[in-house]
């Protein structure tokens, strides 16, 4: 059976196997198998949802978006909008419309990790959200800025560990560790041949993944990552190691980061919110940011007479000349 992607987007479906990617390599720049979770139906087509009007219960569909907007603005809009699905599907019932909603794929996708084995949560969503947050502001007081090789971690520990426990735990270690993290630092960088800042080590000594990462990660890892942290970009290893594998080179890298900030800035000025991902991914080749990006630089030329020219080579940006 054909396996078909699909992208926010991009309208229209694509078959995995006629684009010579794999299926982990298109989920990594942005495709998914759930046409649902984007708004479409089985051919890639979007799908307005009602913004007016009332569903078979009486109960008004713009107003129910505006119930699930006050009582669940914290949550992702995938998951609000179910609410306001079940709202009008239960006749204004809140207390259905939030059952109904913690059934839904969004809902699981997001907060799965809340769910009892006898379907009791753990905590509320809120709850959960405070308690994540404070996770990463303990992270924060030790140097560790980038959260994503730890959010599966919370996740488990969300229910078991509470914040101060966390806090205890992770102030013992530093305490501990402090001292030894140049000498650690140095054994990386004169038997393995790994360049890591402290951050990263500390990390590593708390988290086994990363340490495993960090342990197994290559020098030109190493190296592209620096290409964007010495100009601001922030770090972390498994996205680095990611762009290395889908083709990112330290010259790639070096010309990418060096004028980034500058067009993204720029980007700024005709109100564009150009995100750093989207560069990355043009100097990789995908078409659809490559686009994005010619649609900014004809826009500031048009606008302001600047002229960015994105270099090109084999379709892939590989460097924003000013």
Known sequence: MATYVYRKDLDGRYKVEDTGYSLSELKGVGYTTDYESLGKNEKGVTVSQPTS??????????????????????????????????????????????????????????????????????????????????????????????????????????????????????????????????????????????????????????????????????????????????????YSFAKFNKLKKEGMNIETARKLYETAGDFMSKAGMIGRDLELETLEAAALGDLASTNTIKRIESELLSTYGLSLGAAQKDGKVTGLIT
């Open 53 to 234: 009007g009332t569903g078979t219960s009486g109960v008004d569909y713009k107003y129910a978006m505006s119930i699930a907007n006050t009582l669940y603005s914290f949550m992702p809009a995938t998951v609000v909008n179910k609410f306001a699905e079940g709202y009008v599907k239960y006749g204004g019932d809140k207390d259905l419309a939030l059952a109904y909603t913690r059934n839904t794929k969004e809902y699981q996708d997001e907060f799965g990790y809340l769910m009892n084995d006898d379907g009791t949560l753990k905590m509320t969503e809120i709850e959960a959200i405070g308690v994540m947050e404070s996770y990463k502001n303990t992270l924060s007081e030790v140097g560790i800025n980038d959260f994503s090789d730890f959010t599966e971690k919370f996740k488990e520990m969300v229910g078991t560990t509470s914040p101060l426990e966390f806090q205890q735990r992770i102030d013992f270690v530093y305490n501990n560790v402090i001292d030894r993290i140049p000498e650690v630092k140095k054994l990386f960088a004169t038997q393995m041949g790994i360049e890591a800042d402290n951050a990263t080590i500390f990390a590593s000594l708390i988290n086994p993944d990363i340490e495993d990462k960090v342990l197994t990660g290559t020098i030109d890892t190493v190296n592209i990552a620096a290409e964007a942290t010495s100009r601001g970009f922030g």
